[in-house]
């Protein structure tokens, strides 16, 4: 389980004004802690990071996370915000784009592989915050991040049976499929590490990874001619 903590505060000492937010080298403290947060768990290769640890990073006061996030869950809730909440409208726009459907999963699922790249912890900040099925965190996941991606996916796999060259799919079906291929790479580093004799994941494995995930559900999902 993450351990975030904002340190101990100390007795007997006299009531402040509260935290507000500032700006440091222009830019708003909030973004600064989310920086430092993600960088942190990225070099870590943990989500197990202290808020004293994120404060001094980023060079703030850590009673300014608790004023701009509320806690651990706020800070987990706002990261996965930042990190996928900026591809979603890059989805719409490839939905709606004059592309055949071939063309667009194969544009989602590079771009899935390439968050998981960039923020490898985002697998873990979703299964911390979606343990409790019925619990605030995993409603957010759901509404935010899986919706939208199934929303997309099932929007796709229409045009593509509208075109013939897709068989009919279950989206809820796919939906798993696809974010299972492309996350457990992420999330399965130690099995690359001690089983395969891969020390990390670098940018070259992320693309013949790319490539492999798209010509095995691509050849699962297309029409077959009747034997």
């Not at 507000?20 to 870590?44: N, Q, Y």
């Not at 009919?168 to 089983?195: E, M, N, V």
Request: aromatic share 8%.
């Amino acid at each position: 389980m993450p351990s975030l903590s904002a340190g101990t505060p100390v007795r007997g000492a006299r009531a402040r004004a509260p935290v507000r937010p500032r700006k440091r080298d222009g830019r708003h403290s909030g973004d600064v802690l989310l920086d430092a947060a993600s960088g942190l768990m990225i070099e870590r290769n943990s989500i197990t990071v202290t808020f004293n640890e994120i404060a001094a990073r980023a060079g703030l006061n850590s009673a300014l996370i608790h004023y701009r996030f509320g806690g651990k869950s706020g800070l987990f809730r706002a990261l996965i915000s930042r990190d996928v909440g900026g591809t979603f409208p890059m989805l719409e726009d490839l939905v709606a784009a004059d592309l055949p459907a071939e063309e667009k999963l194969t544009r989602h699922i590079q771009a899935i592989i390439k968050t998981y790249f960039e923020h490898p912890y985002l697998n873990r900040l979703i299964a911390a915050l979606s343990q409790e099925v019925d619990g605030e965190g995993a409603r957010f996941i759901s509404e935010r991040v899986v919706q939208p991606l199934a929303r997309a996916q099932a929007a796709i796999l229409a045009q593509g049976e509208a075109e013939g060259v897709f068989r009919h799919i279950d989206p809820t079906l796919f939906y798993f499929s696809l974010i299972g291929a492309c996350d457990h790479l992420f999330q399965a580093r130690y099995a690359l590490k001690w089983a395969f004799g891969v020390p990390d994941i670098d940018d070259a494995l992320r693309r013949d990874y790319a490539r492999h995930v798209i010509a095995l559900l691509l050849d699962s999902v297309r029409a077959r001619d009747p034997a």
